[in-house]
């Protein structure tokens, strides 16, 4: 490994130590913004390591990379300084402590009912067009495969909502909720597990860390030191990942994204053989742009010219993005990796080839929005989803929304702050999604609440009372 190389992993492990550190003094209440402060430095610091063994390093300046991951590391301390100056009750609310608490108080009604929402959102996808998981617009225009408008957002939703109840029923089992409908919880999570692994690795990864940190706080053992058992469950969770990848790779399309009923010619790979080609992997790691290098390009324009900025292009595109259609028929919606490419031309010059993305993150994007403040104004994004979910765990601890809208909540934030790749605008769609369903909670809990009482009035025997001359009296009867 030459220096160039050495030098790039050796700055891609600070933010990686700065997190591990910052996260093992709050150990004992971890809450949604460590789970986030952990998967930023694994998809910037781990994932350049990897990047590192299998791509060319040619034309990289190590002074702007030592730059970015200078300031990915000061987010992260101002991150967790204001964080810890919080106080006791405003931690404990974002909490996975208190979310598991919420949990073992729930309705299994209301978590079984969500779940089959879930399932039939994906049945009536599979069955209106074909579609499984996630799609691509140009890879289905490719197969002359039209899909609404409405139906990503919608879909977006959905894989949301599925990420809230997988943690939902994970911490359920783990901290021990009786056996009542045991075999009936763990049917379901497998179910989960599988939709949500239609997603991708990124997804499948996801899932294997917050599930684990979720399943170690019900459990109880979340401990001050990386022990041996806890290395070796890395360990595991590592080589599993690796495998789902490889398999991932070789049926994302013919299996997984697309079904046959969607016009989608099959592929005749065998499962075996897909489950341990590791080249399937390595060539979707050579090919994708990795998460640090276009983060690094948008530095390196700054870095020369810091005023070049995009000054809010972004957070303005991600607010009207937000707003459904029907209030905004003739708006026209791009990725943030678009419009930062049409800002900075030189940075991606194979932008409209179909094979190609570049991955966005908040972080990315408010440098490209504002520059190098960004590193104050991530950590202002960052904690208004935070303030969301106290809000909601405020309200529903005096009575005002169900108990099960508090764990919804917190299962989205979760997703959006875990899932590292995402743009400027995901904030807007997280506060417009939480309000629908915030509508259709309410709205629910009202009509059971008003059933309720109707057939609890209708079972109850005659009333009887005593008149004014001390008789008892049928109070069916009217008084005359």
Known sequence: MDNTRLSIVALAALPIAVALVGIARRRHRLGLLHLHVLLLALSYGAYTVVDMLVTDVAGIDVLAVAALMLALVASILVLLAVHARLSAGATRRVSVENFVGRVNAA?????????????????YSYLAYGIVSFYDQQELARYAIFIPSWHG?????????????????????????????????????????????LGGRREFLVMLIVGGVVWLVGRGK?????????????????????????????????????????????????????????????????????????????????????????????????????????????????????????????????????????????????????????????????????????????????????????????GFAAHLLVDIEQSVGSYFIFLRDIAILTVCFVALDIVVG????????????????????????????NSR
């Open 107 to 123: 309705s299994y009604s209301a978590l079984i009912g969500i779940w089959l929402a879930a399932a039939a959102w994906h049945a």
């Open 153 to 197: 957002p919608v879909n977006e939703l959905f894989v949301s909502l599925e990420f809230a109840v997988f943690i939902w029923l994970v911490a359920s089992i783990s901290a021990g909720a009786g056996s009542r409908l045991l075999v009936l919880r763990l049917a379901m999570l497998t179910a989960t597990v599988m939709l949500l692994s």
């Open 222 to 410: 979340i401990g001050p030191y990386f022990t041996v058992g806890l290395l070796a469950r890395g360990a595991v969770a590592l080589a599993v990942a690796v495998l789902f990848s490889n398999l991932f790779q070789n049926v994302r399309i013919d299996y997984l994204t697309y079904s046959p009923r969607a016009g989608v010619p099959s592929s005749s790979v065998s499962f075996i053989d897909a489950l341990f080609d590791i080249d399937a992997t390595l060539g979707n790691l050579k090919a994708r742009t990795a998460l640090w290098r276009f983060h690094y390009a948008i530095m390196e324009e700054q870095l020369n010219d810091p005023t070049n900025v995009m000054g809010g292009e972004l957070v303005w595109h991600g607010l009207v993005g937000a707003i459904p259609r029907v209030f905004s028929p003739g708006k026209i919606v791009y990725s943030d990796d678009v419009l930062v490419c049409q800002y900075f031309a030189a940075i991606c010059p194979n932008l409209w080839a179909s094979d190609i993305d570049y991955p966005q993150t908040v972080y990315s994007g408010l440098q490209a929005d504002f520059g190098f403040p960004f590193i104050v104004l991530t950590p202002i994004w960052i904690f208004g989803v935070l303030w969301v979910v106290g809000v909601y765990d405020r309200l529903a601890k005096w009575g005002r929304i169900p108990k099960e809208l508090y764990i919804v909540v917190f």
């Open 450 to 477: 008003r059933l309720g009482k109707v057939g609890r009035a209708a079972g109850r025997p005659p009333q009887r009372a005593r008149g004014t001359n001390g008789r008892l009296v049928d109070s069916r009867v």
